[in-house]
């Protein structure tokens, strides 16, 4: 499984970017998959993340209302699309993936076996 995580750089605050997760070898289409992030000197937190169902989705308090996660079976990739960017939205976003996540762990990093490189998102203000 190769994650390749992409999308990020450099926006204003109030500007939106599209990060994309893209797997290669293999189909994405009954995996969970999910976006976490990393602030410089903190700790991993999940963004957000979807069942491999598409049923059930999370988004952390912080992102709710700004941030969609969708995916695009045909496609083999899942999005994050972040509107509405805030300085403390900078951080390294990292994709991870897995096929046996269950509905109740989406939101755990402990549950993703495969992940993804991380692509830096800088807001400035």
């Known amino acids: 499984v190769q994650l390749q995580a992409s999308g990020g750089g450099l926006v204003q605050a109030g500007g939106s970017l599209r990060l994309s997760c893209a797997q290669s070898?293999?189909?994405?289409?009954?995996?969970?998959v999910a976006w976490f992030r990393q602030a410089p000197g903190m700790d991993r937190h999940t963004v957000a993340a979807i069942h491999r169902n598409g049923g059930r989705v999370y988004y952390a308090d912080s992102v709710k209302g700004r941030f969609t996660i969708s995916r695009d079976n045909a496609r083999n990739t899942v999005y994050l699309q972040m509107n509405s960017l805030r300085p403390d939205d900078t951080a390294v976003y990292y994709c991870a993936t897995d096929p046996s996540v269950i509905q109740s762990n989406l939101a755990s990093q402990t549950a993703y076996a495969y992940w993804g490189q991380g692509t830096q998102v800088t807001v400035s203000s």
């Open positions: 070898g293999r189909s994405f289409n009954n995996w969970s």
